[in-house]
């Protein structure tokens, strides 16, 4: 079945950086657009970002926009975001997400990243 699993979230200080992984087993990972999303204290969900399958192409949201990096490792079946800069309205939890025909099917179980001094 598909799993995706999320991890290297954490607290971290203003200005500092991190960097989240998510690993996919249960389906062929390079054939799919993936996603990060998050969803902040007593908000609804944002898209952060996503990539083609071929890493060729990402697109962001313009709040992350210049500060956070989506990657992908096909041959590891891993997803990354690699997050800088980061501020307190960075506080969310994380998602990634499978992307299929413009919806997010399946999600993971998200990673808690916490931006405070």
């Known amino acids: 079945q598909v799993q995706l699993v999320e991890s290297g979230g954490g607290l971290v200080q203003p200005g500092g950086s991190l960097r989240l992984s998510c690993a996919a087993s249960g389906f062929t990972f390079s054939s799919y657009y993936m996603s990060w999303v998050r969803q902040a204290p007593g908000k609804g969900l944002e898209w952060v970002s996503s990539?083609?399958?071929?890493?060729?192409?990402?697109y962001y949201a313009d709040s992350v926009k210049g500060r956070f990096t989506i990657s992908r490792d096909n041959a590891k079946n891993t997803l990354y975001l690699q997050m800088n800069s980061l501020k307190s309205d960075d506080t969310a939890v994380y998602y990634c997400?499978?992307?299929?025909?413009?919806?997010?099917?399946?999600w993971g179980q998200g990673t808690q990243v916490t931006i405070s001094s």
């Open positions: 997400a499978r992307l299929w025909f413009g919806s997010f099917d399946y």
């Open positions: 990539i083609y399958s071929d890493g060729s192409i990402t």
